[in-house]
């Protein structure tokens, strides 16, 4: 997942795929993964504690405090709220701006235990493409699920438990996945093993044991990491690198995409799209570089039009075209 779709010198993606640009130190490393992670697993299993105890209307109250917190003590994230969001209103964003799109990151994390305590009953949930979802699914062919770092990946596991037979695990890196593990572990234990963990050498091996099983796997596409193959696209205004790993990976197994997008709509509403990326590879070498370049652009695409459409959703909390 290291290589992938590059840009030429004038900005227009080739069809070429040389090798991943590599990264010499830490300061080259993308924001995300360099930024200290202000969360810790006690603190984590506490909010969990709390959530199950108490219930999530009283759990949703300690979301003020916390976020005023996370506004005034780090100011990084806050101006990387406001370039985004710059973007997106029809205005110049203020502090209840940023604190609303905060508030809406930390009402999805909160739901997160709930979900995954199977509590899905207390949620009204909107599902849009539904028909295509089940169908794909039902026929037993297993195909990536894609999604981005926006609105709730977790309402679509809930989904997947409650509604079909399939099983939907996720593909992270590794350090993120063992702090995922060990939340989902403080909630639900039989939840654990659904992360695949990336740069382990069986993780090629067991996203492709999922697939043939005709279970569904689902990636972020959204995150650059250490390097990984990276291509420039237009976002909203503005040129941002994004990487060609989780396309990539789709394209040499030759399986379909499903976009999916969990958009949370305020109070316990969520509207969930479905939406189908790429159904068939082409056999022809040159002529499946050319999906593969035109799939990342209609993603890229497709996650600009639901930020436009749900703005406060987007949770990356740094300076995404840096």
């Given amino acids: 997942m290291n290589s992938g779709l590059s840009s030429d010198g004038r900005g227009e993606n080739t069809a070429a795929e040389p090798a991943a640009e590599p990264v010499a130190n830490a300061s080259t490393l993308p924001q995300w993964v360099a930024r200290p992670e202000r969360s810790n697993t006690l603190a984590l299993r506490m909010i969990v504690a ?55 990151f930390a009402a999805t994390l909160l739901d997160r235990v709930f979900l995954f305590n199977d509590q899905f009953a207390g949620f009204d949930v ?24 926006m609105g709730s990946f977790e309402i679509v596991r809930a989904l997947g438990r409650h509604n079909t037979a399939a099983r939907i695990s996720l593909v992270m890196y590794a350090e993120n996945a063992r702090k995922f593990n060990s939340v989902l572990a403080a909630i639900n234990p039989s939840l654990a093993l659904q992360v695949i963990e990336l740069g382990k050498i069986d993780a090629m091996l067991k996203v492709e044991a999922a ?26 205004g503005e040129e941002a690198r994004f990487p060609t790993g989780p396309l990539r990976l789709a394209a040499l197994l030759h399986r379909p995409i499903v976009l999916m997008f969990g958009l949370y709509r305020g109070g316990n509403r969520y509207d969930v799209y479905f939406e189908q990326l790429v159904g068939e590879w082409p056999a022809a070498r ?37």
């Avoid at 599902?127 to 062919?141: D, K």
């Avoid at 043939?212 to 976002?235: H, K, N, P, Y």
């Fill in 50 to 104: 709390i959530a199950l105890t108490l219930g999530r209307r009283f759990a949703r109250l300690l979301l003020y405090p916390v976020c005023i917190y996370f506004l005034l003590f780090s100011p990084s994230s806050y101006a990387a709220s406001k370039k985004y969001l710059r973007k997106v209103l029809p205005h110049e964003p203020g502090w209840r701006d940023a604190f609303r799109h905060c508030h809406t």
């Fill in 211 to 236: 697939l043939t099983s005709g279970e569904i796997v689902g990636m972020l596409g959204d995150r650059t990491f250490q390097g990984e193959g990276t291509v420039s696209c237009a976002f909203l």
């Fill in 286 to 322: 040159d002529e499946r570089r050319c999906a593969l370049d035109q799939a990342q652009r209609d993603y890229v695409a497709r996650l600009e039009h639901h930020c436009r459409d749900a703005p406060y959703n987007w949770y990356n909390f740094y300076d995404f075209w840096h």
């Fill in 126 to 149: 909107r599902v849009h493409g539904a028909e295509m979802f089940a169908g794909l699914t039902q026929s037993g062919q297993g195909y990536f699920l894609l999604g981005a770092h």
